[in-house]
């Protein structure tokens, strides 16, 4: 579904990105997402697992549409560098400061590609003893994957392209865009 996203600033109407999703389609779906962490666990206090950099605008708004007690931590891990296209080899640049043991862990990713990098997070974090594993991801690009990954709250499947926007980026530009776009290739 592409949607039109307006906006003033030359970065956002560059002719190299095509509008994915407005800000409000994301916004909207958010809210429905929070609202589904929070009747699911209810009673619980969950630790949000950011990953670092592309989650971090999706992490601040997601836990502000979570009604309940939580923790939120970060991770950086990388598969991609300043490439379009993962490298397949997984870094851990930054590790949890939270001791992840019995607790309810919810991994926040902004998008699902091939799931090499997730599948490897979400086993690390099952290893280390957390009472419970899942994953809330903005985006599943689910045409590229090459490990399955269970992804239990989703907020959009995309097509395979190279999007930049609401935190991803290309190169570290582009993730202050308010909307999801199509990153054409020269």
């Known amino acids: 579904m592409i949607a039109s996203a307006a ?4 970065e956002f109407n560059n002719s190299k990105l095509i509008p994915l999703f407005s800000a409000e389609q ?19 206090e969950p630790l949000l697992v950011g990953v670092l950099k592309g989650a971090c605008v999706f992490i601040s708004d997601l836990m502000r549409a979570i009604d309940l007690p939580l923790a939120v931590d970060f991770m950086a891990i990388s598969s991609y ?3 379009m296209r993962t490298s397949g080899e997984v870094r851990i ?9 019995g607790r309810d862990i919810l991994v926040v990713e902004d998008i699902v590609d091939t799931g090499l990098t997730l599948s490897y997070l979400l086993a690390s974090l099952h290893a280390r003893g957390a009472r419970s594993v899942k994953l ?15 992804i239990d709250y989703l ?3 995309i ?19 308010p909307y999801i776009a199509v990153l054409k290739e020269d």
């Open 7 to 10: 906006n003033s600033s030359s």
């Open 26 to 44: 994301i916004q909207n779906r958010i809210q429905e997402m929070g609202a589904e962490i929070t009747r699911d666990y209810a009673g619980r």
């Open 81 to 83: 560098g300043s490439q």
């Open 93 to 101: 640049i930054k590790d949890l400061d939270t001791p992840v043991e």
């Open 136 to 150: 809330a991801a903005l985006l599943d690009k689910w045409e590229r994957r090459e490990r399955p990954v269970q």
């Open 155 to 157: 907020g959009f499947k």
């Open 159 to 177: 097509p395979d392209a190279f999007v930049v926007g609401y935190g991803l980026d290309y190169a570290e530009r582009y993730r202050n865009l």
